[in-house]
């Protein structure tokens, strides 16, 4: 009876050791894979011109998704059969702040646009710290690059504004003013785009923009440098408003839960007319609400829990020290 036991307690001993080294290997090996060696980058287009001369454009705002792949998915979907030149998103991206998090998010919006060239712009929900002055954006930075950046498109200048930490970056409105200074007067139109919106007239009096005195300083910049458009995100409900003289566009969610009259997902759909105009639409679009938990939870959960990777050493050295101390005499087991 006693040697049973043993002969038992001893294949179980195997099977603690296997259960250990896979739950090692997996956490290793998915740690490694989303480490960004392997994934894509999304780099801004700092300083570049696309199609010089051009007078007609379009493109499309997105944003506030926080990785619900389902509805992001349908989003992508829509603007990809819109004739959009390409598509800015306003940020709210991710649900954790690691780069392993952050190269599968870049996985999947690259799969999700295809050949459509997006435009980011970080949103408070990807970085770390709400202060300014700390290093919070350091996961988006690995996989997105910076966060201020200005490029141009056709007779169109656009600027990227980075609010992530619910107010302007510390210098942003200098770098601002130096870029304005340089290039504005080349362009015929000129396109803010960013993820806290200046103003929120909301009737809630929720007030979910950027500080006063930050606004009165933009706003006489802007004015100044004459804006042709500002869009934003943040609010997670459709907005059409005035800032600076020039339309204020806020987009609804592609992910999170919507809010206002039409909660539901959509985006902004803008073309820079010839003859000097702005359209914008607001395309909405029907989908669930779900994300890829099997995918998110190995790209970015597992491999982010320290004690599932300990649980996998502690069920290896335990199975070995079964597998010494419980040896059957003959040295045969029941498998064998
Ligand atoms: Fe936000």
Same mark, same amino acid.
């Given at each position: 009876?006693?040697?049973?036991?043993?002969?038992?307690?001893?294949?179980? @001993?195997?099977?603690?050791?296997?259960? !250990?080294?896979?739950?090692?290997?997996? *956490?290793?090996?998915?740690?490694?894979?989303?480490?960004?060696?392997?994934?894509?980058?999304?780099?801004?287009?700092?300083?570049? +011109? +696309?199609?010089? /001369?051009?007078?007609?454009? *379009?493109?499309?705002?997105?944003?506030?998704?926080?990785?619900?792949?389902?509805?992001?998915?349908?989003?992508?979907? =829509?603007?990809?059969?819109? $004739?959009?030149?390409?598509?800015?998103?306003? !940020?709210?991206?991710?649900?954790?702040?690691?780069?392993?998090?952050?190269?599968?998010?870049?996985?999947?919006?690259?799969?999700?646009? $295809?050949?459509?060239?997006?435009?980011?712009?970080?949103?408070?929900?990807?970085?770390?710290?709400?202060?300014?002055?700390?290093? !919070?954006?350091?996961?988006?930075? @690995?996989?997105?690059?910076?966060?201020?950046?200005?490029?141009?498109? /056709?007779? =169109?200048? +656009?600027?990227?504004?980075?609010?992530?930490?619910?107010?302007?970056?510390?210098?942003?409105?200098?770098?601002?003013?130096?870029?304005?200074?340089?290039?504005?007067?080349?362009?015929?139109?000129?396109?803010?785009?960013?993820?806290?919106?200046?103003?929120?007239?909301?009737?809630?009096?929720?007030?979910? *923009?950027?500080?006063?005195?930050?606004?009165?300083?933009?706003?006489?910049?802007?004015?100044?440098?004459?804006?042709?458009?500002?869009?934003? $995100?943040?609010?997670?409900?459709?907005?059409?408003?005035?800032?600076?003289?020039?339309?204020?566009?806020?987009?609804?969610?592609? $992910?999170?839960?919507?809010? /206002?009259?039409?909660?539901?997902?959509?985006?902004?759909?803008?073309?820079?007319?010839?003859?000097?105009?702005?359209?914008?639409?607001?395309?909405?679009?029907?989908?669930?609400?779900?994300?890829?938990?099997?995918?998110?939870?190995?790209? =970015?959960?597992?491999?982010?829990?320290?004690?599932?990777?300990?649980?996998?050493?502690?069920?290896?050295?335990? !199975?070995?020290?079964?597998?010494?101390?419980?040896?059957?005499?003959? @040295?045969?087991?029941?498998?064998?």
């Amino acid at each position: 009876m006693l040697d049973f036991i043993r002969r038992k307690s001893w294949l179980g @001993g195997w099977i603690l050791a296997v259960a !250990g080294a896979v739950l090692c290997i997996l *956490c290793y090996e998915l740690l490694r894979r989303y480490d960004g060696h392997a994934s894509p980058l999304m780099l801004p287009p700092a300083g570049r +011109f +696309f199609r010089p /001369g051009e007078t007609g454009i *379009c493109f499309a705002v997105f944003g506030d998704f926080r990785i619900q792949t389902e509805p992001f998915e349908a989003v992508m979907k =829509s603007i990809r059969g819109s $004739g959009a030149d390409f598509a800015l998103c306003v !940020g709210d991206m991710s649900r954790k702040r690691e780069i392993q998090h952050f190269c599968w998010l870049a996985e999947r919006m690259k799969h999700a646009a $295809g050949d459509l060239a997006v435009f980011c712009t970080p949103g408070n929900n990807d970085r770390e710290s709400r202060d300014p002055r700390e290093n !919070g954006l350091r996961a988006y930075k @690995g996989v997105f690059g910076q966060s201020g950046y200005w490029f141009a498109w /056709g007779d =169109s200048l +656009f600027i990227s504004l980075d609010t992530s930490a619910e107010r302007l970056a510390a210098g942003e409105l200098e770098r601002l003013e130096e870029i304005l200074k340089a290039e504005r007067d080349r362009f015929r139109r000129l396109v803010v785009f960013t993820h806290v919106p200046p103003l929120d007239l909301r009737r809630e009096g929720r007030k979910e *923009c950027l500080p006063a005195g930050e606004v009165d300083d933009l706003e006489a910049l802007l004015r100044e440098y004459r804006l042709s458009l500002f869009v934003a $995100g943040h609010q997670h409900a459709e907005a059409r408003w005035e800032f600076a003289g020039a339309p204020l566009l806020v987009t609804p969610t592609s $992910g999170q839960r919507g809010e /206002g009259k039409d909660p539901r997902y959509g985006y902004w759909l803008v073309k820079l007319l010839s003859d000097g105009g702005i359209s914008a639409e607001c395309r909405r679009v029907e989908a669930g609400d779900g994300t890829d938990m099997m995918a998110y939870f190995l790209s =970015s959960r597992m491999n982010q829990t320290g004690w599932l990777f300990r649980l996998g050493v502690v069920l290896l050295l335990t !199975g070995c020290g079964m597998i010494c101390l419980l040896r059957p005499p003959d @040295g045969k087991s029941d498998a064998a």
